[in-house]
Every structure is written in structure tokens, then in C-alpha cells.
């Protein structure tokens, strides 16, 4: 099956930092998306990219379909942006069961 | 307001109890999904559904069972609790007519189960 490696697996930003998370996969996929994990386990939805460029406030993120990556970009970071970061994909086989990466761990401190 | 419930947020239970996890959504959604998380770990697929009486066995293997008789509801029953059941279980949904496009996917709060 398809494998989804993020990295980094952990991150510490200082508030106000900016920063990138990375998502490969193994495979050609026709959904991916990032999700937020909050301390309560909530799962946010960030972005719907299985390919291009979208933005929303201090949050970006790039999928390069044809490289099999995703990157998520984190800007003027908050306290609030704390927590787990998931990719998650679905490919052409199994476009709704959505296969999760590991997570990267954000801890921004004030 | 579209939205996706489940109940309870946290149920702490003895071995050997049945158990009902339910979800709900008000999003419009066809397609049904339970994931499985443990503690600091990635989500796995545990069930889904893509319509009413329609549900499939995920990528995770799972003692419990689910039932998808209205479009709206989809529960997760366990007969007998055991202590490696103690995880976080997800509930999602997907799929037009509702909030999304027909791919993205939307989850609930989550049930934090403990079995004792």
C-alpha cells in the first residue's frame, strides 16, 4: 500500500517563527489533506490539496503531485498553532480511505 | 448548523461491557468513516460506509462492528470491552451533496474510550 512520511516528526518555534512541514508519499494520489490536531484530539481541517497551491491567513501549503510531496507553511507563528500536524492521502485505488502520516509535533513557545 | 456529533467525548468501562459509540452528522454527507487513533500515533481506518446498509471493513482490523441504517447516523458497537480497545475513535464524513467537495473528508470531536 501507499506509504506517507512527514518530517519533522517534532518542532520548537519560537513565536513569530515561520516554518515548513514536509509530506511524501509513495504512490500517485487524488486526495490529500492537513489537518490540525488540537490538545482536546480535535482534527481541523487546514487545506483539500491534491495538487497546486493554496493559502489561507498565515497558513499555506503546496502539493507537488508529480514529485509525490506536500508542504505545509506555517507563518508568524502562535501559541495557538501548537499541536499535531497529520497528511493524509488517498489514492486512485481507495480515493476515500485515507491512508495518515505520522504527524510533526509543534510546540511554539511564547 | 453542519456539523458532525458523537457521544460520549469519554466513557470509562469495565471488561466485558457492550458498548454503543455514536456519531451523527448534519453535513449533507453520503459516506460514513471510524478511524482508530492510539495515543500519540497516526489514525487507521476502521470501518466505512459510502450509503445507507453499504459498510466495509477498513485498512486496521477491528472487533467492533458498525450499522449505517439511516444516512445521518453511523454507530460502532462493541460486544465485549477489553482493555486493548482503550484508544481514541474518530468518527468523519465525505461526499456531496454537503459542505466539501465529494473527497474531503470532516471528523467529529472523537470518544476517548477506556476499558478497565
Known amino acids: 500500500g501507499i506509504q506517507v512520511e512527514q518530517s519533522p516528526p517534532d518542532l520548537i518555534l519560537q513565536e513569530g517563527a515561520n516554518s515548513t512541514l514536509r509530506c511524501n508519499f509513495s504512490?500517485?494520489?487524488?486526495?490529500l489533506q492537513w489537518f490540525h490536531q488540537n490538545p482536546w484530539g480535535q482534527l481541523i481541517n487546514l487545506f483539500y490539496?491534491?495538487?497546486g497551491t493554496k493559502q489561507n491567513g498565515r497558513l499555506s501549503a503546496t502539493t507537488v503531485a508529480t514529485e509525490r510531496y506536500s508542504l505545509l507553511y506555517i507563518s508568524s507563528s502562535q501559541t495557538t498553532d501548537s499541536g499535531v500536524y497529520f497528511c493524509a492521502v488517498g489514492w486512485s485505488g481507495a480515493t476515500n480511505k485515507l491512508i495518515f502520516g505520522t504527524g510533526t509535533l509543534l510546540a511554539v513557545q511564547p | 448548523e453542519a456539523d458532525i456529533y458523537q457521544t460520549p467525548r469519554y466513557l470509562v468501562i469495565g471488561t466485558g461491557k457492550k458498548i454503543t459509540l455514536e456519531c451523527s452528522q448534519t453535513m449533507g454527507h453520503d459516506k460514513m468513516y471510524w478511524y482508530q487513533q492510539d495515543p500519540g500515533m497516526e489514525l487507521h481506518l476502521i470501518h466505512y460506509?459510502?450509503?445507507?446498509?453499504?459498510?466495509e471493513k477498513g485498512d486496521l482490523s477491528s472487533e467492533s462492528t458498525v450499522s449505517r441504517i439511516r444516512t445521518e447516523h453511523f454507530p460502532l458497537t462493541l460486544e465485549s470491552a477489553r482493555p486493548s480497545h482503550t484508544s481514541q475513535y474518530l468518527c468523519?464524513?465525505?461526499?456531496?451533496?454537503?459542505?466539501?467537495?465529494?473527497?474531503?473528508?470532516?471528523f467529529g470531536p472523537g470518544t476517548r474510550l477506556t476499558v478497565l
Open positions: 460506509s459510502y450509503g445507507v446498509n453499504s459498510t
Open positions: 468523519a464524513s465525505s461526499g456531496h451533496p454537503g459542505t466539501g467537495t465529494d473527497n474531503e473528508q470532516f
Open positions: 490539496i491534491p495538487s
Open positions: 504512490d500517485s494520489v487524488n486526495n
